[in-house]
């Protein structure tokens, strides 16, 4: 564990980020019982009520040891932005602190985590007219079409997108149409919150990223996503699936949806849906792992001027150690 540059003061927080299925959760609640902490929810699919299954949320018994905050809190039909997210994040951290405890930010959302340690950048509402467009588009052409309609408005941030990216593609296109800038030149503006304070003071944070091998996430994936069938994730997803919701929705391209969907439709059947949906989650947590050692949670990333992260990496087999308790305990104990 390496330790930045100290700033003066400031409330402590934990991050606890990694890709899918790395065991987060499982690192969180022991460090939550182990230090009075407040477990927060990173996830941008853990919000949602209606995939408790599919999204591994924890059980009613781990959200029973320790406080659980802001998991399945968001309907499906309600798709939730990072602002949102940061909104209520920071809600919860101030109430964990006042009750003496410590937050505890756990989930593999990347852009969550930046938009505390970094802040927002300065990107001006956009007008519903071009977001409903840009969903009409998104229908009618599919993510591909769109994606290369946004390269002719937008070639700068089309080139940061992958193709089959449907919601980012769709959100980099409601932003040109409805601001007539690109999505990466406003984001070049810089924030426009700045990092998370609380009273003035800037929060300080710890990361612990979990880093298994791929061979040992692999097949981590695997048992979770058989685990999930035999829980009942396929009766979720009809239930989902009767709401009728806009396919474009974040809820309804949550990892296994769109497969069990399919196979409930007869399109495919349930052990095709099984080995494409395991298929995309392993493709998402390369990402997931590329972006986490590239960006500000990585001991080779810059930390932001206003925070105090300490960098820790657990490589191998995602399991607590002991030997991270003394680094963590003087970090939360120079905050109080």
């Known amino acids: 564990m390496t330790q930045s540059a100290r700033v003066k003061a400031g409330p402590p927080a934990l991050i606890v980020a990694g890709p899918t299925a790395s065991g987060k959760s499982t690192l969180a609640l022991a460090l939550a019982e182990r230090l009075g902490g407040t477990v927060i929810n990173a996830d941008s699919m853990q919000v949602y009520r209606e995939l408790r299954i599919l999204t591994a949320r924890p059980t009613a018994e781990e959200e029973a040891r320790v406080p659980h905050r802001l998991y399945g809190i968001r309907p499906a039909a309600e798709a939730a932005s ?46 519903e007219a071009a977001r409903e467009e840009a969903r009409r588009l998104l229908a009618r052409l599919g993510a591909p079409g769109l994606h290369a309609r946004l390269a002719e408005a937008d070639p700068e941030t089309a080139a940061t997108l992958r193709p089959g990216d449907s919601q980012r593609i769709a959100r980099a296109f409601e932003v040109w149409r409805g601001t007539g800038r690109g999505l990466l030149a406003w984001q070049r ?3 426009q919150t700045g990092p998370a304070r609380l009273h ?19 097949a981590a994936i695997i048992s979770r996503f058989d685990a999930m069938l035999a829980a009942g994730a396929l009766e979720e997803v009809r239930a989902l699936g009767a709401l009728n919701l806009d396919p474009a929705l974040p809820a309804m391209r949550a990892h296994g949806v769109p497969e069990l969907l399919a196979h409930l439709a007869g399109r495919m059947t349930l052990a095709a849906a099984r080995e494409r949906a395991v298929l995309n989650t392993g493709q998402y947590t390369k990402r997931q792992a590329t972006w986490f050692r590239h960006h500000a949670l990585s001991s080779s990333g810059a930390a932001p001027p206003d925070t105090h992260i300490i960098h820790a990496r657990i490589e191998g087999t995602a399991q607590f150690q002991e030997s991270l308790v003394p680094g963590i305990l003087a970090f939360v104990d120079s905050g109080r």
Do not use: H, K, N
């Open 189 to 191: 503006e810089g924030a």
């Open 82 to 127: 990072v602002a949102w997210w940061r909104e209520q994040a920071l809600a919860e951290m101030a109430a964990a602190r006042a009750a003496g405890r410590l937050p505890i930010l756990c989930g593999g959302t990347g852009l969550y985590f930046l938009s505390l340690t970094e802040g927002l950048s300065a990107i001006p509402p956009v007008p």
């Open 200 to 218: 003035g003071l800037p929060w300080r944070f710890a990361a612990v990223l979990l880093d298994p091998p791929r061979e040992a996430l692999r």
